[in-house]
């Protein structure tokens, strides 16, 4: 069963949730899935995600980059959840460490796939760490732009339908680093604001 281990409410009125367990199981509008521009979800978290909800994803996947082109950053796709318990999957591609610009190609990512959520008018959404994995991007650096990037996000669109966000992690050693970050940043109780982002 996935656990919230850290929960702070944003000042513009959202729940950001750092969660231990599986995404695959999490019971929100919509999951993030850490995908590859071409939306061929072979391993990590997207082979997770077609294994459990079934090849139907695949194919609104194929469908999707037939009609629309390769995925970017800042344009996530999106498709059913299949037979997993969301009601979308919302295919956000991050960047690969090494290829230039990282940071702003992750944050694109985090953002393209928030404002996605609006525009379906979703209440509740889960992330997984984009781009940690085989992509490579440093998971604390990718941690601090996570946190930043949430509140960052909702300070603009304060008037967001998204209510619920949460960060779910199965992977215990990630997990540790975002929790180290956040209770750096946010503090283990209470409210405390962001401290800015070194981007050299």
């Known amino acids: 069963m996935n656990q919230i281990i850290r929960e702070q409410n944003l000042e513009s009125g959202q729940r950001f949730q750092l969660v231990r367990g599986d995404i695959t199981r999490e019971q929100v509008d919509a999951i993030v899935n850490a995908a590859n521009a071409y939306l061929q979800h072979g391993g990590g978290v997207a082979g997770a995600i077609v294994l459990k909800g079934g090849s139907q994803i695949q194919v609104e996947s194929d469908d999707w980059v037939r009609k629309h082109g390769l995925v970017k950053p800042e344009s996530p796709a999106y498709t059913s959840g299949g037979s997993l318990p969301c009601r979308y999957v919302i295919h956000a591609v991050g960047p690969v460490w090494g290829e230039g610009d990282e940071d702003h190609h992750l944050r694109a ?5 928030l404002k996605l959520g609006d525009r379906l008018e ?7 760490a ?4 085989v992509f490579g ?16 996000y909702f300070r603009k669109y304060s008037a967001s339908s998204l209510k619920v966000v949460r960060l ?3 992977d215990r ?4 680093v975002f929790l180290r970050i956040w209770d750096t940043e946010f503090g283990s109780t209470g409210n405390k604001k962001l401290t800015d982002f070194n981007q050299d």
């Open 173 to 176: 050693a990630a997990l540790e």
């Open 130 to 133: 984009i781009s940690t994995g």
């Open 109 to 113: 990512a985090i953002t393209g796939a």
């Open 122 to 128: 979703l209440t509740s959404i889960s992330f997984p």
């Open 137 to 152: 991007f440093p998971i604390e650096r990718a941690a601090r732009i996570n946190l930043i990037e949430f509140q960052d």
């Open 168 to 170: 779910t992690l199965i």
